[in-house]
Nanobody, 123 residues
Framework: EVQLVESGGGLVQPGGSLRLSCAAS????????MNWVRQAPGKGLEWVSN????????YYADSVKGRFTISRDNAKDTVYLQMNSLKPEDTAVYYC????????????????WGQGTQVTVSS
């Protein structure tokens, strides 16, 4: 059974940090590029970041560039999102998703999805 399980979300003050994890099982994780996407309350999906299968190439949305860092550990079948200098506008449910092909910003490019983890940035 394919599973992607996100963890690490929570409530944090503006300027704070969180590290999200996404643990994969049931498929060959090391062969897939991975995405983090988010959905803020009442808004559509927003692509956040992508990392290639080997972990060498990373990509970020302009809204998070310089604040977020994506990484992966293929030995642990896990992808991470380190989020620093968090802002209230980062409040969203964060999902990890495998990347199949096509534009990173398009959800039609994604394959497996996790269930999401809530991140709330508020004082």
């Amino acid at each position: 059974e394919v599973q992607l399980v996100e963890s690490g979300g929570g409530l944090v003050q503006p300027g704070g940090s969180l590290r999200l994890s996404c643990a994969a099982s049931g498929f060959t994780f090391s062969t897939y590029a991975m995405n983090w996407v988010r959905q803020a309350p009442g808004k559509g999906l927003e692509w956040v970041s992508n990392i290639n299968s080997g972990g060498v190439s990373t990509y970020y949305a302009d809204s998070v560039k310089g604040r977020f860092t994506i990484s992966r550990d293929n030995a642990k079948d896990t992808v991470y999102l380190q989020m620093n200098s968090l802002k209230p506008e980062d409040t969203a449910v964060y999902y990890c998703a495998t990347h199949l092909s096509g534009p990173m910003s398009s959800s039609s490019s994604y394959g497996y999805w996790g269930q999401g983890t809530q991140v709330t940035v508020s004082s």
